[in-house]
């Protein structure tokens, strides 16, 4: 006996001008591309509601823009498809993807076109959304003398950017430096990158995409190597510089800690895959700087001098278990060649989800900490004075929605605990613009002036 097998499946094609497809997006959107790279590939889905087979006759962008955008559709690249067929309650994928040509301006210029989709002789568009941004391209650099880079339009940095012996190179307020997977800043020259409150200077990764839905490549570490300061480079200042998502931070080595090797002003160093600073028999001075989130402890400082004023040391690391403190000293190491540690921190905060410092016996040290917050229970001693233990500076930080705010809230212990004479003149003012010294007789502990939240009181 034979046996029928009847398909569920209906072959037949609608004609119904009535049923038109359905889209899983209205808009493509791909955030900032640069006219020299090609964007981050996106992609949606296209529905039949119908029961029964779809045709699409045409599949085709507009090209009504300064962009070039390609499609993959359900498996097969091209810019313009026929007769895609589609099963009854089936969908397919299209990707797209593309470049923008070179704008000549210096402004981000939005970028608007179309896909449009042709059935059954109605046509449906999926709009597609981009800024273009001119930049310019360094590839493998090494500058042999003085050099000026301006604000005009973001640079990417491929390789490395390298500052040669005696060559200073100065960074206008207001640049952007974008650099490529493993490039680094390495400087054996001088460093001058001085911004303002208004026009900081960025250095960060190329990637302006979006890891996946609304988190930003932003948060990621480990996008571009990281500022190397060489033994023998002196006199570099970082003021109102924001340096994230690198692998190293910042590394500094010197062989004379007579003379100053680095001074961060106002600027954040954030988001390191090793450390966000480590020093060796170096001189470096930071005021009113933010050194937050590595998974080897925030900074080391290795013999040399260290001044540390309004600074906060945080770590919420996200990506790996945190292994160092958020502070950690080496000193008089005849093994690792480290001079002794000559080091005051003064009205700062320590705090995150690692443990504060790694001192033992400190007898016997030059390591002086005024007026700082600690998580970590303790009492004031030779060496400690007038410190805030076993406290939280109340942070605006969620890890859950990636929020990593290191300014001050409302019941902060950390308010009006810092010592103004222990203040210079030049960190009277935060990287926002607030004065520290409106209280009269005590500043804020850390980089940041609070400024009450009436919101967070409701």
Same mark, same amino acid.
């Given at each position: 006996?034979?046996l029928?097998?009847?398909?569920?499946?209906?072959?037949?094609?609608?004609?119904?001008? $009535?049923?038109?497809?359905?889209?899983?997006v209205?808009?493509?959107?791909? !955030?900032?591309?640069?006219?020299?790279?090609?964007?981050?590939?996106?992609?949606?889905? +296209?529905?039949?509601?119908?029961?029964? @087979? +779809?045709?699409?006759? $045409?599949?085709?962008?507009?090209? =009504?823009?300064?962009?070039?955008?390609?499609?993959?559709? !359900?498996?097969?690249? %091209?810019s313009?498809?026929?007769?895609?067929?589609?099963?009854?309650?089936?969908?397919?994928?299209?990707?797209?993807?593309?470049?923008?040509?070179?704008?000549?301006?210096?402004?981000?210029?939005?970028?608007?076109?179309r896909?449009?989709?042709?059935?059954?002789?109605?046509? @449906?568009?999926?709009?597609?959304?981009?800024?273009? @941004?001119?930049?310019?391209?360094?590839?493998?650099?090494?500058? #042999?003398e003085?050099?000026?880079?301006?604000?005009? #339009?973001?640079? =990417?940095?491929? !390789?490395?950017?390298?500052?040669?012996?005696?060559?200073?190179?100065? +960074? !206008?307020?207001?640049?952007?430096?974008?650099?490529?997977?493993?490039?680094?800043?390495?400087?054996?020259?001088t460093?001058?990158?001085?911004?303002?409150? *208004?026009? /900081?200077?960025?250095?960060?990764? *190329?990637?302006?995409?979006?890891?996946?839905?609304?988190?930003?490549? *932003?948060?990621?570490?480990?996008?571009?190597?990281?500022?190397?300061?060489?033994?023998?480079?002196?006199?570099? &200042?970082? @003021?109102?510089?924001?340096?994230?998502?690198?692998?190293?931070?910042i590394?500094?080595?010197? $062989? $004379?800690p007579?003379?100053?090797?680095?001074?961060?002003?106002?600027?954040?160093?954030?988001?390191? &895959?090793?450390?966000?600073?480590?020093?060796?028999?170096?001189?470096?001075?930071?005021?009113?700087?933010?050194?937050?989130?590595?998974?080897? %402890?925030?900074?080391?400082?290795?013999?040399?001098? =260290?001044?540390?004023? /309004?600074?906060?040391?945080?770590?919420?690391?996200?990506?790996?278990?945190?292994?160092g403190?958020?502070?950690?000293?080496f000193?008089?190491?005849?093994?690792?060649?480290?001079?002794?540690?000559?080091?005051?921190?003064?009205?700062?905060?320590?705090?995150?989800?690692?443990?504060?410092?790694?001192?033992?016996?400190?007898?016997? #040290?030059?390591?002086?900490?005024?007026?700082?917050?600690?998580?970590?229970?303790?009492?004031?001693?030779?060496?400690?004075?007038?410190?805030?233990?076993?406290?939280?500076?109340?942070?605006?930080?969620?890890?859950?929605?990636?929020?990593?705010?290191?300014?001050?809230?409302? &019941?902060?212990?950390?308010?009006?605990?810092? *010592?103004?004479?222990?203040?210079?003149?030049?960190?009277?003012?935060?990287?926002?613009?607030?004065?520290?010294?409106?209280?009269?007789?005590?500043?804020?502990?850390g980089?940041?002036?609070?400024?009450?939240?009436? &919101?967070?009181?409701?």
């Amino acid at each position: 006996m034979g046996l029928g097998l009847t398909s569920c499946i209906d072959d037949s094609f609608t004609t119904d001008p $009535n049923d038109v497809l359905t889209f899983s997006v209205d808009t493509v959107k791909f !955030d900032t591309v640069m006219t020299t790279k090609g964007t981050a590939t996106k992609q949606f889905v +296209i529905y039949n509601r119908s029961k029964k @087979q +779809i045709n699409i006759s $045409n599949i085709q962008v507009a090209g =009504i823009s300064k962009a070039h955008f390609y499609l993959n559709v !359900d498996g097969t690249k %091209g810019s313009v498809f026929r007769d895609i067929e589609i099963r009854g309650g089936d969908s397919i994928y299209v990707f797209v993807e593309g470049y923008v040509d070179k704008l000549s301006k210096n402004e981000p210029e939005e970028i608007n076109d179309r896909i449009d989709f042709v059935t059954n002789g109605v046509t @449906q568009s999926v709009a597609l959304n981009a800024w273009g @941004q001119d930049v310019r391209t360094l590839k493998a650099v090494t500058l #042999t003398e003085d050099t000026h880079l301006t604000n005009e #339009t973001p640079y =990417i940095i491929y !390789d490395s950017l390298v500052v040669s012996p005696n060559v200073t190179l100065t +960074i !206008d307020p207001g640049t952007t430096l974008l650099f490529h997977d493993k490039a680094l800043l390495e400087v054996y020259g001088t460093l001058k990158a001085i911004g303002t409150k *208004d026009k /900081q200077i960025v250095m960060r990764g *190329d990637r302006l995409d979006h890891v996946v839905g609304d988190i930003s490549f *932003d948060i990621m570490s480990g996008q571009w190597g990281g500022l190397l300061i060489f033994a023998g480079s002196h006199d570099n &200042e970082l @003021q109102y510089v924001d340096l994230h998502s690198t692998q190293y931070g910042i590394q500094v080595a010197s $062989n $004379n800690p007579e003379r100053q090797s680095l001074h961060l002003l106002n600027s954040v160093v954030h988001n390191s &895959e090793s450390y966000c600073m480590l020093t060796i028999n170096a001189w470096v001075e930071a005021e009113g700087t933010e050194f937050s989130d590595a998974p080897d %402890g925030v900074v080391a400082f290795m013999g040399g001098k =260290i001044r540390a004023t /309004q600074c906060t040391f945080a770590n919420y690391y996200l990506f790996a278990a945190i292994e160092g403190p958020n502070i950690a000293f080496f000193q008089n190491d005849e093994k690792n060649s480290l001079m002794p540690l000559d080091c005051k921190i003064m009205n700062s905060i320590s705090y995150g989800l690692g443990y504060d410092v790694n001192l033992g016996d400190m007898s016997g #040290t030059n390591i002086w900490i005024y007026n700082t917050l600690f998580k970590s229970s303790g009492n004031d001693d030779d060496h400690f004075f007038n410190c805030v233990w076993e406290a939280d500076p109340k942070y605006y930080v969620n890890r859950e929605k990636y929020i990593f705010d290191y300014r001050l809230m409302n &019941e902060s212990p950390a308010i009006a605990r810092g *010592d103004i004479s222990l203040c210079p003149e030049s960190a009277r003012y935060d990287r926002y613009g607030n004065d520290r010294f409106t209280n009269g007789t005590a500043t804020d502990l850390g980089a940041y002036v609070w400024i009450e939240n009436k &919101e967070q009181e409701k």
